[in-house]
Antibody, heavy 118, light 107 residues
Framework: EVQLVESGGGLVQPGGSLRLSCAVSGFTSSSYSMSWVRQPPGKGLEWVAN????????NYVDSVKGRFIISRDNAKNSLYLQMNRLRVEDTAVYYC???????????WGQGTLVTVSS | DIQMTQSPSSLSASVGDRVTISCRTTQSISSFLNWYQQKPGRAPRLLIYSASTLQHGVPSRFIGTGHGTDFTLTITSLQPEDFATYYCQQSSGPVWTFGQGTKIDIK
């Protein structure tokens, strides 16, 4: 069974950093493109970043470029999102998701809440 | 980046109604369009990918059509469990984007 479990969320002050983790089971994360998607409280979904199977190609939405870094650890079968210089507007539930072979995200974690506030 | 316009933002409907949601992109994305359902407090659920292919386990009352810049999700006969928020997503190119969402509530 495919499972994705996020962790690492919490309360952080503006300008601070946080690293989210996504532990994967039921498949090998390095065999798939993987994404992070976020959802501010009461608002819609926003795609944040993805990493291709090659581990080299990484893509980011403009609002996080230069601040967030997506990475993975093949030995731990885990995906990460390093978030630096956090802003109030980064407050959201962050989901990790496996990308489908033909598009979309068929598998999602339960999400982890990041709150950026002083 | 490719922008999405999803409409309507909300609608009220009754069980058994036929419902249509539209999604338009600022440039052609061929068939790289996906549809999701999300219920409060839950992760999104992929319904349709590649514009018209039903994800495994999704009921056949969900139909996706379109190509290029104009896409539609149709629910042919709304069921009680279909009251939720629906999102389109384009997966063409390196940066993906979601539509703003359409909330379906009970009339």
């Amino acid at each position: 069974e495919v499972q994705l479990v996020e962790s690492g969320g919490g309360l952080v002050q503006p300008g601070g950093s946080l690293r989210l983790s996504c532990a994967v089971s039921g498949f090998t994360s390095s065999s798939y493109s993987m994404s992070w998607v976020r959802q501010p409280p009461g608002k819609g979904l926003e795609w944040v970043a993805n990493m291709k199977q090659d581990g080299i190609e990484k893509n980011y939405v403009d609002s996080v470029k230069g601040r967030f870094i997506i990475s993975r650890d093949n030995a731990k079968n885990s995906l990460y999102l390093q978030m630096n210089r956090l802003r109030v507007e980064d407050t959201a539930v962050y989901y990790c998701a496996r990308d489908g072979l033909y598009g979309g995200n068929p598998h999602w974690g339960q999400g982890t809440l990041v709150t950026v506030s002083s | 980046d490719i922008q999405m316009t999803q409409s309507p933002s909300s609608l009220s409907a009754s069980v058994g109604d036929r419902v249509t949601i539209s999604c338009r992109t600022t440039q052609s994305i061929s068939s790289f369009l996906n549809w999701y359902q999300q219920k409060p407090g839950r992760a999104p659920r992929l319904l349709i990918y590649s514009a018209s292919t039903l994800q495994h386990g999704v009921p056949s009352r969900f139909i996706g059509t379109g190509h290029g810049t104009d896409f539609t999700l149709t629910i042919t006969s709304l069921q009680p469990e279909d009251f939720a928020t629906y999102y389109c997503q384009q997966s063409s190119g390196p940066v993906w984007t979601f539509g703003q969402g359409t909330k379906i509530d009970i009339k």
